[in-house]
Every structure is written in C-alpha cells, then in structure tokens.
Nanobody, 122 residues
Framework: QLQLKESGGGLVQPGGSLRLSCAGS???????????MGWYRRQAPGKQRELVA????????NYADSVTGRFTISRDNSKNTLYLQMNNLQPEDTAVYYC????????????WGQGTQVTVST
C-alpha cells in the first residue's frame, strides 16, 4: 500500500508564500517515482476538487491557468516527496490542498493524502 501525507499548510497574508510537501510511505513507495503525481484543492465544502498542478514520472509539468506563473510543482524521488511552491498567494487560493498519486501501474484507484489547509487572509 501507499500512504501520502501532506504538510506545510497554514495561514498567510496575500502576496505571501508557502511550500507544501507530500511524503510517500508504505510497501510500494519505492515505485512512486514511476507514477504521475499532482496537487488538487477543494475551495469549499461540497465543491469538487480541482487540479492545481501535476508532474509526470519524467518531470513534465502541467498547471491550472489560475496558478500558472505563481506555483511550481516538483518532486524528489530520492525522498519520495512531492512539493508545491506557492508564491504571490491570493485569497482565492484558500483551500484544502491534496496530494495525489496515479494508481494505474498498480491497478488501483489513485492514492490521496488527507489534505492540508491553506488560508490566505489579512
């Protein structure tokens, strides 16, 4: 199995920065480097999770239009960790941020972390 745990959320003022981390663990974590991973967010209870940024196993990245130029996704396969550097945060970035790993190579549904709250406010 694979467990994903996010950290790094918190309260920040508009224009500020945060760096989220997602650490993988479990019996199949050594294969995490072989799968695409991503960050999603849910901006309000009951609202659908939306893709923020994704990165393939080969390092190709993709961003939502709303965060392009402000957020950077990266991964450190030696640490089984995914990152999201968030700069120039705005109130509309307030959300619970979730880490995701594609489960296709294991024949499973995607794996999700429990989420970390990011609040952008004065």
């Amino acid at each position: 199995q694979l467990q994903l745990k996010e950290s790094g959320g918190g309260l920040v003022q508009p224009g500020g920065s945060l760096r989220l981390s997602c650490a993988g663990s479990g019996s199949i974590v050594s294969q995490l480097r072989l799968v695409a991973m991503g960050w999603y967010r849910r901006q309000a209870p009951g609202k659908q999770r939306e893709l923020v940024a994704a990165i393939t196993d080969g390092g190709i990245t993709n961003y939502a239009d709303s965060v392009t130029g402000r957020f950077t996704i990266s991964r450190d396969n030696s640490k089984n960790t995914l990152y999201l550097q968030m700069n120039n945060l705005q109130p509309e970035d307030t959300a619970v941020y979730y880490c995701n790993a594609d489960g296709t190579i294991w024949g499973t549904q995607p794996y999700w972390g429990q989420g970390t709250q990011v609040t952008v406010s004065t």
